[in-house]
Nanobody, 125 residues
Framework: QVQLVESGGGLVQAGGSLRLSCAASGRTFSIYAMGWFRQAPGKEREFVAAISWTGGTTVYSDSVKGRFTISRDNAKNTVYLQMNSLKPEETAVYYC??????????????????WGQGTQVTVSS
């Protein structure tokens, strides 16, 4: 099993940037694809980005494409989400998750096995 802990959230003004980190436990981190999701108050959990186990394949929600970048460093057991040009409507709790299908980069949260507790991102107007 994998335990995930997100960090890097906080308050940022519109147009600003944040870099989220997700630290994983154990030496099996590299066998999982990883995803980032977000959930705003009153809304369902939304796919943001995913990355294959080697980092060779990435996918993004259309709403963040060109502004966000997902990456991973398997030597550090960490996945990152660089978020640029943030918008107020992107205020949400951001979660990282691990997918046992290392190649899939799936968008549906139901397919992810392990989840972190989330980190709050607040974008002020």
């Amino acid at each position: 099993q994998v335990q995930l802990v997100e960090s890097g959230g906080g308050l940022v003004q519109a147009g600003g940037s944040l870099r989220l980190s997700c630290a994983a436990s154990g030496r099996t981190f590299s066998i999982y694809a990883m995803g980032w999701f977000r959930q705003a108050p009153g809304k369902e959990r939304e796919f943001v980005a995913a990355i294959s186990w080697t980092g060779g394949t990435t996918v993004y929600s259309d709403s963040v494409k060109g502004r966000f970048t997902i990456s991973r460093d398997n030597a550090k057991n960490t996945v990152y989400l660089q978020m640029n040009s943030l918008k107020p409507e992107e205020t949400a709790v951001y979660y990282c998750a691990a997918d046992r299908d290392r190649w899939a980069t799936r968008r549906d949260p139901e397919f992810y096995t392990y989840w972190g507790q989330g980190t709050q991102v607040t974008v002020s107007s």
